[in-house]
């Protein structure tokens, strides 16, 4: 594929207000915690913008900025436009090792967006294509990282939320305030839903501090360590 390149103008453009949930979500984080975030985690990226508005938004130091992606094409852009940021190019899942994943070959941010390493229900998607790409757990990840605490993740892995956090294991105490997406119905093939996370999340001492419904069929949904 062609190298895309004002990914932010096409943001902007497309969306009467791109930004208006991550400045939600950066807003709510000082009625649970007394400091500012000193880093943010971004797994399922596409373009590296929603890490870099809140780093921006607290003034974060470029190498507290981690963002990883495992379409080797959307890796590439966000290392182009955010050089600076620390880019690990994988998937994370509940098992190391090589995953295959469906790295969407198609210019069009929506489609990219759904990318993901489980099929829709719905079937194929335009430009679906199946690759070998690395996998880590969340558990691997916090060792790459070597931070003591995550203080703001954006998570947004299409189907995979539950199994993502899950792999943190106790490591997921580490991470403080967290954005992700659910599901009421399946999308992906063999996904847990919204019902679901909200269980595993509960379990590992969180509380949802808001959501909001994007579709009939999904939400945003954000929750803060207690």
Known sequence: MENRSNIL???VENSSDYFGEMKRFA???SKYF???PKNILEIGSRDGYHADY???YFNIP????FIVDAHPYCAGIIRRDHPNYRVIEAAVAPKRGVLKFNAIQNLDLGGLGMSSALPKVTGPVFGETWVNVIAITGEDLIDLIEEPEIDLLKLDVEGLTYEVLE???LNLRKIKFIHTEGEYTEIWKGQKLYKDLCDLLTKYGFKEAYKVDML???CDTVWYRV
């Open 9 to 11: 103008q096409d943001l």
């Open 27 to 29: 807003d709510e984080y």
């Open 34 to 36: 007394n400091e500012p």
């Open 54 to 56: 809140l780093k921006k």
């Open 62 to 65: 470029d190498d507290k900025v």
């Open 167 to 169: 792999s943190f294991s």
């Open 216 to 218: 009939a069929e999904q």
